[in-house]
């Protein structure tokens, strides 16, 4: 079936460290991912994308990693700051529908990453 | 340019009464789509378009209508409001090539009540 999901609901770090959020997603076929923050109040924003084609991305502080031998995805954060808390969900883009073209995201449930001072 | 916007920002409702929630993006983006978020759950997909005048069903798509006349807007309609429909109503656009959505730019939402 079609599931993405996270190894922790939570996850509290110190202020400086590196996070490390999981996901995992069960569908084989999938072959986009996206990694979204989501602030309190506000609607999701997208963090870093990656293809099936590659293994890793990296970006402003961020790093995604793709194993699709385990189909596990992973957001990494340097230097966490305190503006890195929120909510963060991975999102799997699959073929749905009738209409050609049709995708949709498949998000999982979230992580609430806090800092710590 | 304004992104995605939405309105209203908040939305309270008697159970039986029906609305429409607006969604407009000035991106000239062709995927629009429309999702619902409960609290400590991810987002789902309610109805989503491919451009306009064609629409398809998302994951939850029983009591709710949508349409698509033009590029920019995709109001998303409560035939009945229920209870089961409180929640926080996102809109979504993102550019479409082929297969892919690549990136979708959300709206900061609508948060509806039904009593």
């Known amino acids: 079936g079609e599931n993405v999901g996270l190894h922790l609901p939570t996850l509290s770090v110190q202020e400086g460290d590196n996070s490390i959020i999981n996901c995992a997603y069960s569908?084989?076929?999938?072959?986009?991912f996206i990694w979204y923050k989501q602030e309190s109040g506000k609607g999701p924003q997208f963090i870093i994308d990656?293809?099936?084609?590659?293994d890793k991305r990296q970006g402003q502080r961020v790093t995604v990693l793709l194993n699709k031998t385990v189909k596990h995805l992973s957001l990494q954060i340097a230097a966490t700051q305190p503006g890195d808390s929120a909510v963060y969900f991975c999102?799997?883009?699959?073929?749905?529908?009738?209409?050609?073209?049709?995708?949709?995201?498949?998000f999982g449930q979230g992580t609430r990453l806090t800092i710590n001072p | 340019n304004a992104g995605v916007t939405q309105t209203p920002k908040f939305q309270v409702l008697k159970t039986g009464q029906s609305m429409t929630l607006q969604c407009a993006q000035d991106m000239n983006h062709e995927y629009m789509s429309w999702y619902r978020q409960d609290p400590g759950m991810g987002l789902r997909l309610i109805h989503y378009s491919v451009g306009a005048g064609i629409t398809d069903q998302g994951e939850v798509p029983n009591g709710y209508n949508v349409s698509r006349s033009t590029t920019e807007d995709f109001p998303l309609r409560l035939l009945s409001a229920a209870p089961s429909q409180t929640s926080v109503y996102f809109c979504?656009?993102?550019?479409?090539?082929?297969?892919?959505?690549?990136?979708?730019?959300f709206g900061p939402g609508t948060r509806l009540t039904v009593l």
């Open positions: 999102a799997e883009n699959i073929l749905w529908g009738l209409s050609e073209g049709a995708q949709k995201l498949v």
């Open positions: 569908n084989s076929a999938s072959d986009y």
């Open positions: 979504a656009s993102s550019y479409g090539q082929g297969r892919l959505i690549n990136e979708q730019f």
């Open positions: 990656i293809r099936s084609n590659m």
